[in-house]
């Protein structure tokens, strides 16, 4: 099992900035890829980032690609989402993945473990 914890949401100015936290627990990490999602009301969850623990691999979606910047630090078990020039369509309600695998997926349903989301809300 891995628990995750999200943290770092909370209410920002378009342009403005973010980072998101994502604390892990109960495995060692390298053999996981590492995920963040979001979820605007009404919608779908859709892919935002990932990284593959072993060598820092990332990918990107395209609608967040030279704004958003996915990092992991190896000694607090910790993702991290770094969010610049931020949109008010990227209001959303952001989740952490985990999934014991090597390639950096962008589907939901690949992802076994999940934290319960934090809340971002980009004001106009």
């Known amino acids: 099992q891995v628990q995750l914890v999200e943290s770092g949401g909370g209410l920002v100015q378009a342009g403005g900035s973010l980072r998101l936290s994502c604390a892990a627990s109960?495995?060692?990490?390298?053999?996981?890829?590492m995920g963040w999602f979001r979820q605007a009301p009404g919608k779908e969850r859709e892919f935002v980032a990932a990284?593959?623990?072993?060598?820092?691999?990332?990918r990107y979606a395209d609608s967040v690609t030279g704004r958003f910047t996915i990092s992991r630090d190896n000694a607090k078990n910790t993702v991290y989402l770094q969010m610049n020039s931020l949109k008010p369509e990227d209001t959303a309600v952001y989740y952490c993945?985990?999934?014991?695998?090597?390639?950096?997926?962008?589907?939901?349903?690949?992802?076994?473990?999940w934290g319960q989301g934090t809340q971002v809300t980009v004001s106009s």
């Open positions: 990284i593959r623990w072993s060598d820092g691999s990332t």
């Open positions: 993945a985990a999934d014991r695998t090597i390639f950096l997926f962008t589907t939901t349903d690949v992802y076994d473990y």
């Open positions: 109960g495995r060692t990490l390298s053999s996981y890829v």
